[in-house]
């Protein structure tokens, strides 16, 4: 009786560990599959190596078929009946329209349409006048903001005005300070495979003290007026007046 018993208590052990296994197998892999993120648009999303795609293949009398696809080092995807298709430095838009244009030859009348399942992760490189410059690995959606965050932020010495990435050959300077002040997307870019951003100390600035919304310290370019800085520090508040106002560098010297 004892033996019996036994025998049915481990079997119940074995039950319940396969149930808990398989349940946080599923669960992997669901966090793994899930991306959590901002809206993707397929007309400006350009796919590169490690994309990882979903092809829905819905034919007209036969069962759908439904394809996961991983953009290959070269920049390839493969599918049955067409072999390689190139779709590297395609927006997903543009790739989902030449992977319909190659499987219509062979299934005519088919509904044909691809989602981005994962972005890939991309290395970029951020030096400079942050809490921790270093190599980050990032997703491809991923902007200048993010990557800033990521790296610990800024110093208080740092540079809002003139953040450097190069991209190559090339150097785009940022002006962060009007994404920070204004949302303006155009100077919070998306970041890319190999970026270098380099993050410089401050240059010439103000301390803007008295009835303003946002006193302290800014960072001021060439040629920027009393208005350009009162705009900077949120504006003046109702009590303000400029009569008698004066504005002088950090440094002592008088702003004209």
Do not use: W
């Not at 981005?116 to 942050?130: A, D, H, N, S, Y």
């Not at 903001?145 to 785009?172: C, E, H, N, P, W």
Request: no cysteine; hydrophobic share 40%.
């Amino acid at each position: 009786m004892m033996r019996k018993i036994y025998i049915l208590f481990v079997i119940f052990i074995i039950l319940i560990s396969n149930l808990f296994s398989q349940e946080t197998l599923y669960t992997k892999t669901q966090q793994e599959e899930i991306y959590f993120g901002p809206p993707i648009d397929a007309e400006k999303y350009i796919l590169g190596p490690g994309d990882r795609l979903r092809l829905y293949l819905i034919k007209e009398k036969e069962s759908p078929e439904i394809y996961d696809l991983v953009v290959s080092p070269t920049g390839y995807v493969s599918l049955p009946m067409v072999g390689g298709i190139k779709v590297v430095r395609l927006t997903l838009s543009e790739a989902t329209k030449e992977i319909a244009r190659q499987l219509v030859r062979f299934y005519p009348k088919s509904i044909i349409s691809m989602d981005l399942v994962m972005p890939r992760r991309i290395k970029v490189f951020i030096t400079g006048e942050v809490a921790n410059p270093g190599t980050y690995q990032m997703s491809a959606l991923s902007r200048l903001d993010d990557l800033i965050k990521s790296a610990g932020g800024l110093r208080a010495s740092a540079s809002t005005r003139g953040i450097q990435i190069k991209r190559g050959d090339k150097v785009v300077e940022v002006d962060y300070l009007k994404f920070l002040k204004e949302g303006d997307m155009s100077h919070n870019p998306f970041i890319e495979e190999g970026d270098l951003v380099y993050v410089p100390l401050m240059r010439k600035s103000v301390k803007v003290l008295g009835q303003v919304k946002n006193p302290g310290i800014y960072e001021i370019k060439e040629g920027e007026k009393l208005l350009d800085v009162l705009n900077m520090a949120g504006g003046l508040t109702e009590k303000a007046s400029l009569f008698g106002a004066t504005l002088d560098r950090v440094d002592g010297t008088r702003i004209e």
